[in-house]
C-alpha cells in the first residue's frame, strides 16, 4: 500500500515568493496533519483535518500561511510570501480519525528560503 | 512549562542492554499517548501508541503509562546499533503535541 506522498520532496525559493506543498493521504484515512520541523523548535503542528474539515489550525504562524483540503486524497500548505525564517521541513501526516491518532507521516518537504 | 518534555539525550547504552526513555506531560485530561522512531534525515514512524495505565510489549518494545504521576515511558530491550534514533513521545490531551526526543545512541 502506498503511504502519505508529499511533493515537492525539495523546495529552493526566495525570499517572497509563494510556495506550495502537497500532501496526498493513505486512502481511506480521514484525518491528515500538517507539520513544521526545525531544529531549534522541534516538530510542530500546523494545522489538521478530520473529513477535509479544518479542526484546529491554532498552529498555523501567521497569516501567509494557509491550508486546504479539497477532497479525501489531496491536501496544501501555502506560504506567501515565504520569508528565510520558513526554512524547515514540512511533514504531512495520516490518521484513521475518529478516536484514533495513529499518525503515519510522509518523507517530508525540505524547505530553503534564501 | 513545556506540554510534553523528554530529556534531549544523547542516551548511550550498550548493544543489548535495556533503554529507557521517559516523557512527562502536563495536560490531565490526555487520554492517547504515542511514542515515534526517528532516523536522521527521514520522517518519524510510529512504534506504539498506548491509552490505558500499565505496560503494553510489543517486540523489543514495551510502553508504561501512568496517568496520575502524568508519565508515560518506552523500554527498548536486547538494544541493537539499528536502534539509534531520536524518539518521540506524543500526547493527545486538548492538542495534539510531541514532545522534543531524546536521542538514543546505542553503541556495539
Known amino acids: 500500500d502506498a503511504g502519505v506522498i508529499q511533493s515537492p520532496r525539495h523546495e529552493v525559493t526566495e525570499m517572497g515568493q509563494e510556495v506550495t506543498l502537497r500532501c496526498k493521504p493513505i486512502?481511506?484515512?480521514?484525518?491528515l496533519f500538517w507539520y513544521r520541523q526545525t531544529m531549534m523548535r522541534g516538530l510542530e503542528l500546523l494545522i489538521y483535518?478530520?473529513?477535509?474539515?479544518?479542526?484546529?489550525d491554532s498552529g498555523m504562524p501567521e497569516d501567509r500561511f494557509s491550508a486546504k483540503m479539497p477532497n479525501a486524497s489531496f491536501s496544501t500548505l501555502k506560504i506567501q510570501p515565504s520569508e528565510p525564517r520558513d526554512s524547515a521541513v514540512y511533514f504531512c501526516?495520516?490518521?484513521?480519525?475518529?478516536?484514533?491518532?495513529?499518525?503515519?507521516f510522509g518523507p517530508g518537504t525540505r524547505l530553503t528560503v534564501t | 512549562q513545556k506540554e510534553v518534555e523528554q530529556n534531549s539525550g544523547p542516551l548511550s547504552v550498550p548493544e543489548g542492554a535495556i533503554a529507557s526513555l521517559n516523557c512527562t506531560y502536563s495536560d490531565r485530561v490526555s487520554q492517547s499517548f504515542f511514542w515515534y522512531r526517528q532516523y536522521s534525515g527521514k520522517s518519524p514512524e510510529l512504534i506504539m501508541s498506548i491509552y490505558s495505565n500499565g505496560d503494553k510489549e510489543d517486540g523489543r518494545f514495551t510502553a508504561q503509562l501512568n496517568k496520575a504521576s502524568q508519565y508515560v515511558s518506552l523500554l527498548i530491550r536486547d538494544s541493537q546499533p539499528s536502534d539509534s534514533a531520536t524518539y518521540l513521545c506524543?500526547?493527545?490531551?486538548?492538542?495534539?503535541?510531541f514532545g522534543p526526543g531524546t536521542r538514543l545512541s546505542v553503541l556495539p
Open positions: 501526516a495520516s490518521s484513521g480519525g475518529g478516536d484514533s491518532y495513529e499518525q503515519y
Open positions: 486512502s481511506g484515512h480521514n484525518s
Open positions: 483535518f478530520n473529513n477535509n474539515v479544518p479542526i484546529d
Open positions: 506524543a500526547v493527545k490531551g486538548q492538542n495534539f503535541v
